[in-house]
């Protein structure tokens, strides 16, 4: 009973934004949903249901945990280390290696993946 008329009370008022919602600042959001993002999440469901059917030779697996490993790199030395904080310089072989690694983790192109984490260090 008390639970009820909670929920109607509730359900029943206005939100509080609702009065000045022009005047209230949104807050930045920690998290975009872009095509990159759509197809990550599309991807690994359609992986996940595949595990139901199938089951991955060990090479699978290992190809897999490289392939994590290699782009979880190019995110930390490459979009990170080197051309967020321009920790370190690197010749352009290696900047290419790095950017096709980082490109490998879907997070997005290293010019918005850059200005992203600049902004967070703020
Ligand atoms: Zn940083």
């Given at each position: 009973?008390?639970?009820?008329?909670?929920?109607?009370?509730?359900?029943?008022e206005?939100?509080?934004?609702?009065?000045s919602?022009?005047?209230?600042?949104?807050?930045?959001?920690?998290?975009?949903?872009?095509?990159?993002?759509?197809?990550?999440?599309?991807?690994?469901?359609?992986?996940?249901?595949?595990?139901?059917?199938?089951?991955?030779?060990t090479k699978?697996?290992?190809?897999?945990?490289?392939?994590?490993q290699l782009?979880?790199?190019?995110?930390?030395v490459?979009?990170?280390?080197?051309?967020?904080?321009?920790?370190?310089?690197?010749t352009?072989?290696?900047?290419?290696l790095?950017?096709?690694m980082?490109?490998?983790?879907?997070?997005?192109s290293?010019?918005?993946?850059?200005?992203?984490?600049?902004?967070?260090?703020?």
């Amino acid at each position: 009973m008390s639970a009820t008329t909670q929920t109607t009370r509730v359900s029943t008022e206005p939100p509080a934004s609702s009065k000045s919602a022009s005047t209230i600042p949104t807050p930045t959001r920690a998290f975009h949903l872009d095509a990159a993002g759509i197809t990550v999440i599309v991807v690994h469901a359609v992986a996940a249901l595949s595990l139901a059917l199938y089951t991955p030779a060990t090479k699978t697996w290992i190809l897999t945990y490289a392939i994590w490993q290699l782009a979880t790199l190019g995110i930390t030395v490459g979009y990170h280390r080197l051309w967020s904080h321009r920790a370190y310089k690197a010749t352009l072989p290696l900047r290419a290696l790095l950017a096709v690694m980082g490109a490998m983790a879907f997070q997005g192109s290293i010019r918005w993946w850059t200005q992203r984490h600049r902004l967070h260090h703020r």
